[in-house]
């Protein structure tokens, strides 16, 4: 069965940086996007981060560009994002999730992100 | 960026009875709209995409409709474990959420 599993989070200061994982297992990896997905304590769901299934193109929320990238690692079945010049409004729970054409089939359980001093 | 607005923010029913959760685009995105539903605590689950298309186990009770700017997601008779809050998704022109719309026991 498709399973997703995040990790890396954790409690950074503001202007910090993070690297959250995901390992991906159950499906053949090299045929899906993938994504990262969060959602601040309270809040509703926001699309993070994409990359594509070849690898070849990758898409980033405006409030993040610059600052966070995303990439992934066939191999391993793992994809990742790196999260610098952390704020505040970062703090929130990431899900790791399958994208199939570019709906979030399969999510994994999550990981929560605190940024704070 | 195409917002997406869902109502209402909270629906109390009954168990047994119909759920009907409207979602509206700021601009046409066709039918490339998905639904999730998200329990507490727990990550959200695809119930459909393409607008009307149920995703593998989701029970026939779940009915997507609309294109263009207005979806509708119906649960025909609400279950104890359809308590949730649910949420579109466009991805016509990149990928944005609903607020969402908590569906709670009446």
Not at chain 1, 55 to 75: E, H, L, M, P, Q
Not at chain 2, 18 to 44: D, E, F, H, M
Request: charged share 15%; hydrophobic share 35%.
């Amino acid at each position: 069965q498709v399973q997703l599993l995040e990790s890396g989070g954790g409690l950074v200061k503001p202007g910090g940086s993070l690297r959250l994982s995901c390992v991906a297992s159950g499906f053949t990896f090299s045929d899906y996007h993938m994504s990262w997905i969060r959602q601040a304590p309270g809040k509703g769901l926001e699309w993070v981060s994409f990359v594509s299934d070849d690898n070849t193109y990758t898409k980033y929320a405006d409030n993040v560009k610059g600052r966070f990238t995303i990439s992934r690692d066939d191999a391993k079945k793992s994809v990742h994002l790196q999260m610098n010049s952390l704020r505040g409004d970062d703090t929130a729970v990431y899900y790791c999730a399958r994208t199939l054409g570019l709906w979030a089939d399969y999510w994994g359980p999550g990981i929560l992100v605190t940024v704070s001093s | 960026e195409i917002e997406m607005t869902q109502s209402p923010a909270t629906l109390s029913v009954s168990p047994g009875e119909r759920a009907t959760l409207s979602c509206w685009a700021s601009q046409s995105v066709s039918t490339n709209l998905a639904w999730y539903q998200q329990k507490p605590g727990q990550a959200p689950r695809l119930l459909i995409h393409g607008a009307s298309t149920r995703a593998t186990g989701v029970p026939a009770r779940f009915r997507g409709s609309g294109s263009g700017t207005d979806f509708t997601l119906t649960i025909s008779s609400l279950q104890s474990e359809d308590f949730a809050i649910y949420y579109c998704q466009q991805y016509s022109h990149w990928l944005t959420f609903g607020g969402g719309t908590k569906v709670e026991i009446k």
